[in-house]
């Protein structure tokens, strides 16, 4: 089993900045993906950023390229999201997942763990 808990959510103004964190824990050894989705109120769940544990393949939405960095801490327990340059546009329930894959565009993948859940608020 394994279990995700994410944290680093917060209120920020247009043009801030904030970093996500998602802390693993359990028997992780098996995790092929790991990737960060996000849902507004009365919205779809979208993706946002996903990377491949062994190759570090990463892909990210389209919405938030050039603004949103996706990676790992060295001893592979904690995934991280920074974002930056954020618009009101991005405030949204940001959770992490984990599992075997994902598509590259982020709208299929079999990820079987999936966190509480982080709220991110920009106002304008």
């Known amino acids: 089993q394994v279990q995700l808990v994410e944290s680093g959510g917060g209120s920020v103004q247009a043009g801030g900045s904030l970093r996500l964190s998602c802390v693993a824990s359990g028997y992780t050894d098996n995790i092929g993906a790991m990737a960060w989705f996000r849902q507004a109120p009365g919205t779809e769940r979208v993706g946002v950023a996903a990377?491949?544990?062994?190759?570090?393949?990463?892909w990210y939405a389209d919405s938030v390229k050039a603004r949103f960095t996706i990676s790992r801490d060295n001893a592979k327990n904690t995934l991280y999201l920074q974002m930056n340059s954020l618009q009101p546009e991005d405030t949204a329930t940001y959770y992490c997942?984990?599992?075997?894959?994902?598509?590259?565009?982020?709208?299929?993948?079999?990820?079987?763990?999936w966190g509480q859940g982080t709220q991110v608020t920009v106002s304008s």
């Open positions: 997942a984990a599992g075997k894959w994902i598509t590259h565009d982020l709208r299929q993948y079999q990820l079987d763990y």
């Open positions: 990377i491949y544990i062994g190759s570090g393949t990463i």
